[in-house]
């Protein structure tokens, strides 16, 4: 396409080089060993000795020295270094698909035992690479990241990749979701669904979001809140109910207002 940058461009030749040698690409399975989180963690207890560990993850950083490199792999628990020697891999790899084919974003699979460099640096000493995921998108700036506000929010995959804190409150998130779940249910509340479709929309004062259900022939509206449902099970027999759920308000937009939010009710 007309409208890929030099980048795209790159990476696209990349993914066809490695076709081309009869490599996938895009494999539905790799045998994972352990989370970076779960290698550090069994380095650190004494349990490592030279058996070999596999940890997948997406290249963060590389640095290519001649016949050895060293590269960042980062996985949802951490990062960890990998060091590759040209005579460690199998024959023709290391310069004619790592130094050529492997671009930052890429998701590989590294096995190798667990070593320490003579900086310190726990890292994996590779002897076997799996390609999991061609990126065929350039990583954002590692240095100034991504700045613009409207493009955080707009492409929110972006922010998560290029600001590694913003992760931290969803995870924040996921605690206090659970933490809140955990004393309802001690308390003997019942957490109920009730319906995102209704025909009338009622529990507080907001403009609904509106839709169209084509079998019925009629308007329904995207719910603003769950009180009228839950009322209507106190009366049904139920003491104690409670619904954490999203909620719609067809209203204005700022980073601190979204129309479409959780609530708990």
Same mark, same amino acid.
């Given at each position: 396409p007309a409208n890929l940058s030099d980048q795209e461009r790159s990476r696209l030749h990349n993914l066809e080089a490695l076709? &081309?040698?009869?490599?996938?690409?895009y494999?539905? #399975?790799? !045998?994972?060993?352990?989370?970076?989180?779960? &290698?550090r963690a069994l380095f650190e207890r004494g349990d490592a000795g030279e058996d070999a560990v596999t940890v997948?993850? #997406?290249? !963060?950083? =590389?640095?290519? =020295?001649?016949? =050895?490199?060293f590269a960042d792999l980062e996985d949802g628990t951490g990062s960890i270094q990998l060091v590759l020697?040209?005579?460690? @891999?199998p024959a023709n790899f290391y310069d004619d698909v790592w130094k050529k084919l492997i671009d930052l974003g890429d998701f590989v699979g590294a096995t190798g035992p667990l070593v320490v460099t003579k900086t310190g640096e726990l890292s994996v000493? +590779?002897?076997? +690479?799996?390609?999991?995921? !061609?990126?065929l998108k350039p990583m954002p700036d590692k240095w100034h990241g991504v700045r613009d506000?409207? !493009?955080?929010?707009? #492409?929110?995959?972006?922010?998560?990749?290029?600001?590694?804190?913003? #992760?931290?409150? %969803?995870?924040?998130?996921?605690v206090i979701v659970r933490a809140l779940r955990? %004393? @309802?249910?001690?308390?003997? %509340? @019942?957490? +109920?669904?009730?319906?995102?479709l209704q025909p @009338?929309?009622?529990?507080? &004062?907001a403009r609904p979001f509106v839709t169209h259900h084509n079998q019925l022939h009629q308007d329904l509206y995207l719910r603003i809140s769950f009180e009228l449902y839950l009322k209507r099970l106190i009366v049904g027999g139920y003491d104690r109910v409670y619904e954490i759920g999203r909620d719609f308000r067809n209203e204005g937009v700022s980073f601190k207002h979204n129309p479409e939010f959780t609530q708990l009710e």
């Open positions: 076709v &081309a040698a009869g490599i996938e690409p494999p539905a #399975r790799v !045998k994972r060993t352990h989370t970076v989180a779960d &290698a997948t993850g #997406r290249i !963060k950083r =590389m640095r290519i =020295m001649g016949k =050895m490199s020697r040209k005579d460690s @891999l000493d +590779v002897r076997e +690479v799996q390609f999991l995921s !061609k990126a506000q409207e !493009k955080r929010y707009r #492409r929110r995959y972006v922010d998560l990749l290029a600001n590694p804190p913003v #992760r931290d409150i %969803f995870r924040t998130r996921a955990d %004393f @309802l249910d001690g308390e003997g %509340f @019942l957490e +109920v669904e009730t319906p995102i @009338l929309y009622g529990g507080a &004062a």
